[in-house]
């Protein structure tokens, strides 16, 4: 077990542990820089990771720090797409001044939903950030004059101090900007006085209004943040995608985001990462599979004969070919995660870290799930 | 005013429908205090297996819907005991992302299994009507409506004067006394989710005729949602009662209101509700003690 020796209090504000931990996060970022001469095919993947990192992001302050679950956070991604393409191509603002307005506009939605939704308890603020979704959607979808409704609209690539971004290359790098700038700020928020009402509003409501925090102060400023971070996001999206239509920004979506936020880990920034990683990468990795593995198939059960090998490797074919495979998957690995590792692939993580830092002498135990009676949550 | 009851009348069938979904997640909300996203996607399921049986199989209407039932109740205690049960006690998050997980597991099965085209269940009420009133209701409304009140009213004599079902009472009271009194907790707990899969197939099968059977029909449930917590989530008639306003507000929405609100009127009430009235029209509320 190695700890860090500390010879001032300031050791303790410092953004890293320590200076190896630091050099690290500058190795990985110069890797993730050098990402379009490395690996110029797969490019378009990770500016969609990069991307979902940030939704991961916002969603993680919500859900993993503050404890709010919201079931509708597409439709702030919506809204910031939507907005951030009426500024910048209906009305000609700059990039820049575009996608900070749609990050307010994102986050005064936020602070609207928010003032009424925050007045009720867990479940009730999830089905209420739900129907606030359900009905976005649905203006996404009426309002023609701003949205395109049905048809959809066309988005032209960003044009930044009149530098347009073309190339996969350079609108990597702005989504890779905006993610790093993202991860200090939100990190800068949590470690602050801020992010630990948040983390006490998160572990009891009533202790931490009891040592004086302003619930609903912290909760409306928690729900706006997010909100703004998702609408960053969703002007990013907007080009990414090429082209809004009011169904991308549907229930499924946002359950796509809690799926990785649960995934990647609760309650910590790399589990966002983690999890956007995954959701980002896992269709890729579904649709490769698609073609290699009834092949697999084919050729294992061949050595039952040839005849056998075609039969399996052809069901194999039919049965991964169908169309409502992908969400099943997806729901599959969140129970799967939801049952056997609820701390998530960080959670994960850390365990394999702790057992070799005390490598013979790490238990099963210190993990292990309490046995619960069912809490009560209703009053009588 | 023929208009009117038109619309009275088939705002109660699907409020009916929403309402028996609603009492889906109500029983087993007060029981094991989980909410089950994936109700709506176990009356699809219902629905598509009452579907396999009569056209796949060639059973008659009524032994295929018994049957239906029987399936899903069985495949819903089976989820319990396997599944649901590692997650009591657990956070409430925890349980709803299950849940949605399970659900998005159950469509794709439905669309493996059954396909994703869409079907009509053939049903003894088909293309007959009623005049009632001066009005004209074909036979499917009035089956939905009729088929809600059997069902409640056996519902209602099996909580209130069966063992099993007083047992149910006190096991959703206090699981802790139930146990001391020697109540089989495990097995209630199964039981109600049996109970609660078989009401929802029962909405889903009554639901077919108007609304055709395909692998989305499980996004009902977010309406039915709406209709539980309008009742104040956790109180049996006011599920009922909750299903039947949205399934009115519904209609009379779609035909007074412009274009567009009837599909988002449930959800429009359901956040009004939620902001001045948050315990519901039927339930109570307090603050947790610490």
Redesign the interface.
Same mark, same amino acid.
């Given at each position: 077990m190695r700890s860090v020796f500390k010879t001032s209090y300031y050791q303790d504000f410092g953004l890293f542990r320590n200076r190896t931990q630091r050099d690290w996060y500058l190795v990985l970022m110069l890797g993730l820089m050098s990402m379009p001469f490395l690996l110029p095919a797969y490019l378009v993947d990770f500016s969609l990771v990069l991307i979902f990192g940030l939704c991961g992001l916002s969603l993680m302050v919500l859900?993993g720090y503050t404890?709010l679950?919201s079931?509708g956070h597409a439709a702030f991604l919506g809204i910031g797409a939507y907005s951030h393409v009426y500024f910048s191509q209906d009305l000609g603002v700059p990039w820049i001044v575009s996608v900070a307005l749609a990050a307010m506009v994102a986050a005064a939605t936020g602070v609207l939903v928010g003032l009424? *939704?925050l &007045?009720?308890?867990? $479940?009730?603020f *999830?089905? *209420?950030t #739900?129907?606030?979704a !359900? %009905?976005i959607q =649905?203006v996404f979808? &009426?309002w023609d004059s701003i949205t395109g409704g049905l048809k959809g609209k066309m988005v032209e690539r960003p044009v930044i101090f009149g530098y347009a971004l073309h190339d996969e290359a350079p609108f990597y790098l702005l989504c890779l900007g905006c993610l790093i700038s993202g991860l200090w700020i939100t990190r800068n928020l949590l470690r602050a006085p801020t992010g630990r009402a948040l983390m006490a509003i998160r572990d009891s409501e009533?202790?931490a209004q009891s040592i004086g925090i302003n619930l609903a102060f912290y909760k409306i400023m928690a729900f706006g943040y997010s909100a703004a971070m998702m609408g960053v996001a969703g002007a990013l999206f907007a080009h990414k995608v090429g082209f809004l239509a009011p169904d991308i920004f549907s229930?499924l979506l946002s359950?796509q985001f809690?799926?990785m936020v649960?995934v990647g880990g609760l309650g910590s920034l790399h589990g966002a990462i983690f999890g956007a990683i995954f959701v980002a990468l896992l269709p890729v990795a579904i649709s490769t599979a698609r073609d290699s593995v009834p092949e697999w198939f084919g050729q294992i059960f061949g050595v039952f004969g040839t005849d056998t090998g075609f039969a399996v490797s052809a069901a194999v074919d039919r049965?991964v070919k169908?169309?409502?495979?992908?969400?099943? %998957?997806?729901? $599959?690995? #969140?129970?799967l995660f %939801? !049952?056997f590792e609820?701390q998530g692939i960080y959670g994960r993580w850390a365990k394999i870290k702790l057992y070799f830092s005390l490598f013979p002498l790490y238990k099963q135990a210190t993990f292990k799930r309490q046995? +619960?009676?069912?809490? +009560? =949550? &209703?009053? &009588? | 005013m023929d208009v009117v009851l038109q619309l009275l009348l088939n705002g109660l069938a699907v409020g009916c429908i929403y309402g028996l979904v609603a009492l889906g997640f109500v029983l087993i909300y007060k029981a094991t205090e989980l909410v089950n996203f994936a109700q709506g996607d176990l009356m699809m399921l219902g629905a598509f297996t009452c579907y396999m049986f009569v056209v796949w199989y060639g059973i008659g209407y009524w032994p295929a819907f018994a049957l239906a039932v029987v399936t899903l109740a069985i495949f819903g205690a089976l989820l319990d005991r396997v599944i649901l049960r590692r997650v009591i006690g657990q956070p409430q998050f925890t349980v709803v992302m299950l849940t949605i997980g399970l659900g998005a597991i159950f469509r794709s099965f439905a669309s493996m299994t059954w396909g994703s085209e869409v079907y009509t269940l053939p049903t003894p009420f088909s293309a007959q009507q009623t005049m009632i009133w001066g009005v004209s209701v074909s036979h499917e409304y009035i089956s939905i409506i009729v088929g809600t009140m059997i069902l409640c009213a056996v519902l209602y004599a099996f909580f209130t004067r069966t063992r099993l079902g007083v047992a149910m009472q006190a096991t959703s009271q206090n699981q802790l006394a139930a146990y001391y009194m020697g109540i089989p907790v495990k097995l209630v707990f199964s039981m109600i989710w049996a109970i609660s899969a078989g009401v929802s197939t029962v909405a889903g099968v009554l639901l077919a005729p108007i609304s055709l059977i395909d692998t989305n029909l499980g996004f009902i449930g977010v309406k039915a949602f709406a209709a539980a917590v309008l009742g104040g989530f956790g109180s049996i008639p006011g599920a009922l009662v909750g299903g039947i306003t949205i399934g009115l507000i519904e209609m009379f929405s779609g035909a007074y209101l412009p274009l567009g609100f009837k599909d988002v009127a449930a959800y429009a009430v359901l956040l009004i509700v939620l902001v001045v009235r948050p315990q519901g029209m039927f339930g109570t509320v307090g603050r947790k003690r610490v």
């Amino acid at each position: 077990m190695r700890s860090v020796f500390k010879t001032s209090y300031y050791q303790d504000f410092g953004l890293f542990r320590n200076r190896t931990q630091r050099d690290w996060y500058l190795v990985l970022m110069l890797g993730l820089m050098s990402m379009p001469f490395l690996l110029p095919a797969y490019l378009v993947d990770f500016s969609l990771v990069l991307i979902f990192g940030l939704c991961g992001l916002s969603l993680m302050v919500l859900v993993g720090y503050t404890g709010l679950v919201s079931l509708g956070h597409a439709a702030f991604l919506g809204i910031g797409a939507y907005s951030h393409v009426y500024f910048s191509q209906d009305l000609g603002v700059p990039w820049i001044v575009s996608v900070a307005l749609a990050a307010m506009v994102a986050a005064a939605t936020g602070v609207l939903v928010g003032l009424p *939704a925050l &007045r009720m308890a867990g $479940l009730y603020f *999830a089905i *209420a950030t #739900l129907a606030f979704a !359900l %009905i976005i959607q =649905e203006v996404f979808t &009426r309002w023609d004059s701003i949205t395109g409704g049905l048809k959809g609209k066309m988005v032209e690539r960003p044009v930044i101090f009149g530098y347009a971004l073309h190339d996969e290359a350079p609108f990597y790098l702005l989504c890779l900007g905006c993610l790093i700038s993202g991860l200090w700020i939100t990190r800068n928020l949590l470690r602050a006085p801020t992010g630990r009402a948040l983390m006490a509003i998160r572990d009891s409501e009533i202790a931490a209004q009891s040592i004086g925090i302003n619930l609903a102060f912290y909760k409306i400023m928690a729900f706006g943040y997010s909100a703004a971070m998702m609408g960053v996001a969703g002007a990013l999206f907007a080009h990414k995608v090429g082209f809004l239509a009011p169904d991308i920004f549907s229930v499924l979506l946002s359950i796509q985001f809690l799926l990785m936020v649960v995934v990647g880990g609760l309650g910590s920034l790399h589990g966002a990462i983690f999890g956007a990683i995954f959701v980002a990468l896992l269709p890729v990795a579904i649709s490769t599979a698609r073609d290699s593995v009834p092949e697999w198939f084919g050729q294992i059960f061949g050595v039952f004969g040839t005849d056998t090998g075609f039969a399996v490797s052809a069901a194999v074919d039919r049965f991964v070919k169908q169309p409502g495979l992908e969400p099943g %998957i997806f729901g $599959l690995i #969140l129970v799967l995660f %939801i !049952l056997f590792e609820p701390q998530g692939i960080y959670g994960r993580w850390a365990k394999i870290k702790l057992y070799f830092s005390l490598f013979p002498l790490y238990k099963q135990a210190t993990f292990k799930r309490q046995k +619960s009676y069912m809490k +009560s =949550e &209703r009053f &009588r | 005013m023929d208009v009117v009851l038109q619309l009275l009348l088939n705002g109660l069938a699907v409020g009916c429908i929403y309402g028996l979904v609603a009492l889906g997640f109500v029983l087993i909300y007060k029981a094991t205090e989980l909410v089950n996203f994936a109700q709506g996607d176990l009356m699809m399921l219902g629905a598509f297996t009452c579907y396999m049986f009569v056209v796949w199989y060639g059973i008659g209407y009524w032994p295929a819907f018994a049957l239906a039932v029987v399936t899903l109740a069985i495949f819903g205690a089976l989820l319990d005991r396997v599944i649901l049960r590692r997650v009591i006690g657990q956070p409430q998050f925890t349980v709803v992302m299950l849940t949605i997980g399970l659900g998005a597991i159950f469509r794709s099965f439905a669309s493996m299994t059954w396909g994703s085209e869409v079907y009509t269940l053939p049903t003894p009420f088909s293309a007959q009507q009623t005049m009632i009133w001066g009005v004209s209701v074909s036979h499917e409304y009035i089956s939905i409506i009729v088929g809600t009140m059997i069902l409640c009213a056996v519902l209602y004599a099996f909580f209130t004067r069966t063992r099993l079902g007083v047992a149910m009472q006190a096991t959703s009271q206090n699981q802790l006394a139930a146990y001391y009194m020697g109540i089989p907790v495990k097995l209630v707990f199964s039981m109600i989710w049996a109970i609660s899969a078989g009401v929802s197939t029962v909405a889903g099968v009554l639901l077919a005729p108007i609304s055709l059977i395909d692998t989305n029909l499980g996004f009902i449930g977010v309406k039915a949602f709406a209709a539980a917590v309008l009742g104040g989530f956790g109180s049996i008639p006011g599920a009922l009662v909750g299903g039947i306003t949205i399934g009115l507000i519904e209609m009379f929405s779609g035909a007074y209101l412009p274009l567009g609100f009837k599909d988002v009127a449930a959800y429009a009430v359901l956040l009004i509700v939620l902001v001045v009235r948050p315990q519901g029209m039927f339930g109570t509320v307090g603050r947790k003690r610490v």
